[in-house]
C-alpha cells in the first residue's frame, strides 16, 4: 500500500512537467509563426513600405 502515493505523486509530477513544458512551446511559437499574439489586432503590411502603383 505505501507504494500507491508515492506512484500517485510522482505521476502528477511527471503530468505537470509535460503540461509546462507544452504550455510554454505553444505561447512560444504560436504568436511567432502568427507575427503577433493570437488577438491583437495585426495591420496589414506594416512591415512593408507604402507602395501605390499610380
Known sequence: ?????NFARRL???IGGVL??????A????PYALGAHPG???????NQPYFHAS
Open 1 to 5: 500500500m505505501s507504494r500507491s502515493p
Open 12 to 14: 502528477v509530477a511527471v
Open 20 to 25: 509546462l513544458v507544452v504550455a510554454s512551446v
Open 27 to 30: 505561447f512560444i511559437t504560436i
Open 40 to 46: 491583437e489586432a495585426v495591420v496589414m503590411g506594416a
